[in-house]
C-alpha cells in the first residue's frame, strides 16, 4: 500500500512571484559570493609576479601555479563537506559558516610568512568559497522564479568578474613600488577581501531558509509560514495583488539521503545528466583556472608588462567576463537551454583555437591579447556560468548541494587543479611551445563540450525545478 502523500503549493506559489525588491535581495547578499571569488582569483593573478618577488616569500613559478591549485583543492574539499551539510541542515545555516571560514583565511593569507603558510591560507580561503558554492547554488535556484532562473543565474555567476574587476583596480596602486614596498601591497591586497566580506554577514540576517528545503524536511508549515513572509515582502515591494495558485505537488515520506541513493540517482536514474554535467564543468574549469592563474606571469614574460601596471590589461578581460552571462543570459530563459550552451561553448573554443594560434606566430603585443582574451571570454563566461545553472536545476532537490558540489568537485579536478599547475610548468620553459600547446587542449575541451550538449542537454528554461528533476520523496 503506497504511503499517504502531503499536498503543497510551496513551489508554484514562489515561481509565480514577480520580480521585486526580495530578489534583489537574494541575488546581492547570495551573488556576493562570486564577487568575493573573483576578487581572490584576480588578486591571486595579479600579484602572482609580486610574490616571486618578495623577499620574505619569493615564490617560483611552479609555486605560483601550486598555490592556485591549492586554493581550487580546497574550494574543492569545502565544497564537498559543506554541500552535505547543506542539504542536512539547511541553506541557511551554513551561509555564515562558510562566510566566516572565508573571512579569517583570506585575513591570515595576507600575514603568510612561508610558501607553506602562504599555501595552507589559500586552501582554506578556497574552501571557504567551495562551501559558499553549494549552499548558494542551491538557494538563488530555488528562489527565484523558474520563468527567470536562468538569465538570473547567469548574472550572478557572472559577478565573478565584477569582483575580478575590483581586483584588478585595486593591484594597480597596491602593487605600485612608489606607494607600497614590495612586501606589503600583495597583504593588503589579500586582506580586502575580508573587509567586503563582513558587510555580507549583516545582509544575510534578512533571508529566509528554503521553503521548498523546509517541505521536503517535515516542515509544511514552516515553509508555508515562509512562502507567507516572502509573498507579503513581495507584495509591498511591487504594489501588485498576486494571482491565486492551483498547481500543487504531493510529497510523500522524506527520503533520507545516503551515499548510495546519491549514486543510484546519478548513475541509474539521471546517467545521461551525470555525464553531461561533468563534461560540462571539466571543460570550462580547464580553461578559466589554467588560462586565468597565469595570465598575470604570461603578461610579464612574453610582453614585459610592469607588475604594477598587469591589473590594467585584467580589467577590460574582467568586464567583457562579466558582460557575457549578464547580456546573453535572456536567451537561455527564451531560445533554450541546450542551443545557447552549445553556441557558447563552440565559440569559445574556437575563438580561443585561433587566439592561441596567433599568439604563437608572434602577431600579438599586449594589447591585442588582451582584446582576443576579452573576446573569447565573453562566450566562455556564459558558458561556464550555464554549467552550473545546469548542474543545480537537473538533479532532485533532496541532493541539489551535494550534486552541485560533487559537479564542481568532479570538474575542477580534472580541469582545475592540475590546470594551474601544468600552465606554471609550461611557463618555465623558453619558447611558446609549451603554453600554445595547452590552450589548444583548451579549446578541444570545449569544443568537445558542446558537442555534449548537444547530444545530452536538457531542455529546462521556464520549467519548474520539480518538474525538471522530482523530488524523490514526491508522490508518484
Known sequence: MAAPSTPTDVPARL?????????????????????????????????AAALQSSPRLHLTPEQVGLTGSAYLAGAIAGALFFGHLTDRLGRKKLFSVT????????????FSWSFESFLAFRF???????????????????????????????????????????GA?????????DLFGPDIGWRIAFGSGALLGLFVLRLRR???????????????????????EIEARVVASTGQSLSPVTAGLGIGPRHQVTLGSVARTLVRRYPGRTVLGIVLMAA???????????????????????????????????????????????????????????????LAGILLAVTAWLFAIGWLDAETQTALWTVVFF????????????????????????TIALFYAFGTLLGGVGGPWLFGVLLQGEGRGGIVAGYALGAVLMVAAALVELRLGV????????????????AP
Open 206 to 228: 534578512y533571508l529566509p531558509e528554503s521553503p521548498r528545503w523546509l517541505m521536503l524536511h517535515g516542515k509544511p508549515g514552516e515553509a508555508g509560514r515562509v512562502v507567507d
Open 169 to 177: 583596480v585595486l593591484s594597480v596602486p597596491l602593487l605600485n613600488p
Open 379 to 402: 562566450f566562455a563566461s556564459a558558458a561556464a556560468s550555464a554549467a552550473y545553472l545546469t548542474v543545480g536545476e537537473s538533479f532532485p532537490l533532496e541532493m541539489r548541494a551535494l
Open 284 to 346: 570550462q574549469a580547464f580553461v578559466y583556472n589554467a588560462i586565468f592563474f597565469t595570465y598575470a606571469l604570461v603578461l610579464t614574460k612574453f610582453y614585459d608588462v610592469p607588475v604594477d601596471r598587469i591589473g590594467l590589461h585584467i580589467l577590460p578581460f574582467a568586464l567583457g567576463n562579466f558582460l557575457g552571462p549578464f547580456l546573453l543570459g535572456r536567451w537561455f530563459d527564451t531560445f533554450g537551454r541546450k542551443p545557447m550552451i552549445c553556441l557558447t561553448y563552440s
Open 459 to 474: 531542455n529546462a528554461e521556464g520549467k519548474p525545478l520539480e518538474e525538471v528533476a522530482p523530488p524523490l520523496s514526491s
Open 124 to 166: 582554506l580561503t578556497g574552501a571557504g568559497i567551495g562551501g559558499e558554492y553549494s549552499a548558494i547554488n542551491s538557494a538563488i535556484h530555488e528562489l527565484i522564479p523558474a520563468r527567470l532562473r536562468g538569465r538570473t543565474d547567469l548574472a550572478i555567476n557572472g559577478s565573478f568578474w565584477l569582483g575580478a574587476a575590483l
Open 15 to 47: 515561481d509565480r512571484l514577480p520580480w521585486s525588491g526580495f530578489h534583489r535581495l537574494v541575488v546581492a547578499a547570495l551573488g556576493i559570493t562570486w564577487i568575493l571569488d573573483g576578487l581572490e582569483v584576480t588578486l591571486a593573478g595579479s600579484v
Open 99 to 110: 562566510l566566516g571560514l572565508y573571512l579569517l583565511a583570506t585575513a591570515a593569507t595576507a
